[in-house]
């Protein structure tokens, strides 16, 4: 079975209500696989549930073809890093590195040679004989991910390992894990609420929303091709309108707008959300509109613009409703516009993305 | 990775199984361990309170009756003892709060110096019985004592007065340790906010620090309360004719053999001890929820005037509490207090049986109740907290009452139940050290199980879940982990219980026998025989050997210093 890991209709129920409703999820050999939500969409749940730590109430999870439902965290024998590190605090760096080993009764000289090796690979050799509080948080959770791998798990299971650090250091370190996954070939399960970590290191995203799976894909796929208004919001950003689509044009009731755009012709006379990025809109203050639909073009007053290093955030009032425009800076800078001047904005036809309301 | 074979999972299976057993054998043992020693004794009390008795037979001759609660509260001077417990209880909590909050606010929202030493002289009254202060008082004030002789004067320290001088100064540390706690926990930055509001330092006290702490200062009241009324060794000492309801069980049952008016009383006694533990722990819980995590400020300098303030005032209780004990060593070296002024140590050969030891006695007793009583609570703490069993909430129950029990009708209880052949117990405990040990460890139950459940609280769960994801099975991850990660409240744990078992008077003094004295014990029989000058030589003896052993038990559990590193790879 190329399979790892299969999750067949699992929920879970505390209490009357579901915190995570029919899962259904096949996770590969080698992969890194993210689940991401935001607080509360039951996606520690699915992971402490393949973990071991929570009972499954409905469904199957199997892994290499066995039922994993009524096995104890120790005989899944998964390896798994902990949000708060949750290393032991009464023992040295390779005391905790070595716990795992000697739970598995690995010989001593055996367990010696791993630590090394292990310190090694996550790059704390001078650590060893260090106890957790003298180390850094990153090198804390380096410690951690060390002792996760020592007893050579085929799955490691990462529940917002990063959360707790500097956001520079967070940077860094994603990037280690995710080369040393590809090193070593291990299947990582990854859960965080930040959608630029699970972006730029996942194999796939799966995006949860109360309970359940908005959509699993590749990153570029999540971010492009949103499968539902939920991911659309909750990865990057979005401007949103609602409306109906008639005749290749999106209609606001009562409002002006005829935006023409790019849809589903099954959705011809329904009434659909529409979105469309940021970065999508461009800023046309001077150029040449002619060959642009007119229905797109809209006149508005920027309210303020935010200074994002590679990108300027802009802040247009369109009159009934403002929208975020992303520039690059060096276009902006070019533009001269400042705050409280007039900003014709055109949104491409082929930037909107629709969500049928039905 | 290889395909595990059925039998293996059969064999994990099992020791799954074994594990969850293990818990419920254990906790489930813990509280038929409770049930026999806590609920079963009491339960007796309240059923005796309420059986008939023939005061020819000296027994209970079976029946129910209200007769026994009839001829309590019929007799004017049965009743008077209710009066003065809960007078001296009302005095005593009304002075000892308010000294304890003026101290605790001293030393944690001023900046006086030498805060840690305050600190810790204001623990010195745990070091000894609670007869100490009793002691101390009359050899100053007494009829005889120095300061009555030195200054002539004229006043009566024995009586009410005396017992609430002595509640105060015996429960000023428990006051005092919650009231800290309270003042520190809560964020003072309140107080700062007020005042760059432009609230004047008395408006700012009582407007914010008084209402952020109320909870904490009515649980210290409760607190105080409680051990005011359920003290036997004070009352005992400098009470004199005034008689409480403490006092009253012991005379009734050891002076006239008259149990059944010991059991009524008893039950008397249970009821305002009970409502003011409930209060305690009712305030406790909602103090707890007031507390904030936030890290500490710097406090601002206090001005000169308050702070000459607090300076004299911390260092006038401080001086106090050292004195009821220094009097009391002192005197134990003068052959004659206020008549022979010469040095002796004479005082120290103990004419009494048992002799010196009896401290021995004690020392061993105390050390098998430090060591049982702490593993137990800690086991205990551990079941409820973390593996949390379906009967985890009637086990924390039953380990949280034995605080509401005062301790001399948890002994009134242990002596009638197990004198009789009630589960065969009596051979074994009956007159028998083991009596005592059993007692001492259920008297302080509560203390030790909840220190240790509010430990388990601070272990991240994930920390027992690394290590069995690690594949530690439960023993090996307690062995390993939790003990480990607990050693320090552990430690605490020890000396708390070794301290209470040395000092107890009330829950033991109905348990010794002619084959086992214990020191607390002596020093109160050689007090009430007048021989003053042995009574000191003993407690003074408790207190140094309670000294030492805490000194002792300190070393070993000091923490190992940990460096931060300066962090490079980051």
């Keep these: 079975m190329a399979d790892n890991l299969v999750l067949e209709g699992v929920s879970k129920k505390f209490g009357k209500s579901y915190a995570v409703r029919n899962i259904n999820l096949e996770i590969r050999d080698g992969e890194f696989l993210t689940l991401l939500g935001p607080s509360g969409c039951g996606k520690t749940t699915t992971l402490r549930m393949i973990a071991g730590f929570e009972t499954i109430t409905e469904g199957t999870i199997t ?3 066995k039922v994993l439902n009524n096995l104890t965290p120790q005989q899944r024998k998964f390896g798994i890093v902990f949000q708060s590190y949750a290393l ?7 005391e905790n590195i070595a716990f795992g080993l000697k739970m598995q009764k690995y010989p001593k000289d055996k367990i010696d040679s791993r630590i090394d090796e292990l310190l090694g690979i996550v790059g704390l050799e001078n650590a060893k004989k260090k106890y957790p509080a003298e180390l850094s948080g990153g090198m804390q959770q380096r410690v951690a991910l060390a002792r996760a791998l020592a007893p050579h798990p085929d799955v490691i299971l990462l529940d917002e390992p990063l959360s707790a650090l500097d956001a520079k250091i967070r940077v860094k370190l994603r990037a280690e894990i995710k080369q040393l996954q590809v090193k070593l070939g291990v299947t990582m399960i990854y859960v965080t609420h930040d959608q630029e970590e699970a972006l730029s290191i996942s194999d796939r995203v799966v995006v949860m929303n109360q309970g359940v799976i908005e959509q699993v894909d590749v990153p570029v796929q999540i971010y492009k091709n949103p499968k539902s208004e939920y991911v659309a919001d909750f990865v990057g950003s ?5 409306g109906k689509l008639e005749n290749g044009r999106l209609r606001i009731d009562g409002k002006p707008y005829k935006f023409k755009l790019d849809y589903d012709p099954s959705l011809e006379l329904k009434p659909v959300t529409a979105a469309i990025r940021p970065e999508r809109i461009e800023v046309v203050n001077g150029v040449d509109t002619s060959k642009m639909d007119p229905g797109n073009i809209l006149h508005g007053e920027l309210l303020v613009y935010t200074f994002l290093g590679l990108i300027v955030r802009m802040i247009v009032d369109i009159g009934d409703k403002k929208i975020n425009v992303d520039v690059l800076e060096k276009n902006f800078s070019k533009k001269n516009i400042s705050n409280g001047d007039k900003v014709d904005l055109y949104l491409p036809p082929e930037g909107f993305i629709t969500f049928s309301k039905e | 990775m290889s395909t595990v074979s059925v039998q293996e999972i059969n064999g994990e299976k099992q020791k799954v199984l074994s594990e969850k057993f293990l818990v419920y054998l254990v906790g489930g043992l813990i509280g038929i361990f409770l049930i026999i020693f806590m609920l079963l004794p009491v339960g007796n009390i309240l059923r005796l309170s309420v059986t ?14 209200f007769k026994n609660f009839i001829n309590y509260f019929s007799k004017p001077v049965m009743i008077q003892s209710l009066y003065h417990s809960l007078w001296i209880a009302v005095w005593s909590t009304i002075f000892t709060t308010i000294l304890a909050f003026m101290f605790a606010y001293g030393l944690t929202r001023t900046t006086i110096r030498w805060k840690k030493t305050l600190y810790y002289v204001a623990m010195v009254p745990l070091v000894a019985p609670s007869l100490l202060q009793a002691m101390a008082l009359i050899s100053l004030f007494g009829s005889n004592g120095l300061l009555t002789q030195l200054f002539h004067l004229n006043w009566n320290i024995y009586g009410a007065n005396g017992i609430i001088i002595s509640e105060v100064l015996y429960s000023f540390p428990h006051a005092m340790v919650i009231l800290y706690t309270t003042l520190s926990a809560v964020d003072s930055r309140l107080d700062e906010a007020a005042a760059s509001l432009g609230a004047p330092g008395i408006t700012t006290f009582f407007k914010i620090t008084l209402p952020t702490t109320k909870y904490g200062i009515f649980s210290a009241a409760a607190l105080v309360f409680n051990l005011a009324i359920t003290d036997f060794g004070n009352p005992i000492i400098i009470g004199r004719g005034y008689h409480v309801l403490s006092t009253e069980i012991y005379l009734q049952v050891i002076g006239m053999q008259r149990f059944d008016l010991g059991t009524t009383i008893a039950v008397i006694l249970l009821v305002p001890s009970l409502i003011a533990f409930m209060l305690n722990y009712y305030f406790t819980k909602k103090s707890n929820a007031m507390i904030s995590s936030l890290a500490k400020p710097e406090i601002p300098p206090t001005r000169p005037l308050k702070k000459a303030a607090f300076t004299i005032f911390s260092w006038t209780i401080a001086f106090i509490l050292v004195s009821v004990l220094g009097v009391i060593v002192v005197k134990s070296f003068f052959k004659v207090w206020m008549y022979n002024w010469s040095f002796t140590t004479s005082h120290y050969h103990f004419k009494i049986p048992g002799g010196t030891g009896v401290l021995w006695t004690s020392f061993w007793i105390s050390a098998i109740v430090a060591i049982v009583g702490s593993l137990l609570t800690m086991l205990n703490g551990y079941i409820i907290e973390k593996k949390k069993p379906f009967f985890a909430q009637p086990l924390y129950l039953l380990s949280v009452v034995p605080a509401a029990i005062p301790g001399l009708v948890m002994g009134l209880g242990y002596i009638l139940i197990f004198n009789t052949r009630f589960l065969n117990l009596d051979n074994i405990f009956y007159g028998k050290a083991s009596i005592v040990i059993v007692n001492v460890i259920v008297a302080n139950f509560t203390l030790g199980t909840l220190s240790s459940i509010s430990n388990m609280k601070n272990i991240d769960n994930s920390m027992e879940e690394a290590a069995t994801s690690l594949g530690a099975d439960t023993v090996r991850s307690f062995v390993r982990v939790i003990f480990p990660l607990n050693r320090v409240s552990f430690m605490s744990n020890v000396i708390y219980y070794f301290m209470r078992s040395m000092v107890t ?12 004295h214990l020191a607390a014990i002596a020093v ?23 000294f030492i052993t805490i000194g002792l038990l300190a070393l070993f559990t000091r923490q190992k210093k940990v460096s931060k590193v300066v962090d490079i790879e980051d």
């Design chain 1, 238 to 242: 979005n401007n949103f309108c609602e």
């Design chain 2, 524 to 546: 109160i029989n050689l007090e009430k025989d007048g021989l003053e000058g042995p009574s000191s030589a003993m407690a003074t003896l408790i207190v140094v050997v309670v």
């Design chain 1, 63 to 65: 892994y290499k073809g």
């Design chain 1, 88 to 94: 032991f605090p009464h023992m040295r760096v390779d």
């Design chain 2, 505 to 516: 008077i009330s829950a033991v003094i109905f348990l010794v026998s002619p084959d086992v």
């Design chain 2, 52 to 65: 008939e008795y023939s005061s020819e037979a000296h027994d209970f001759i079976g029946g129910f009756t």
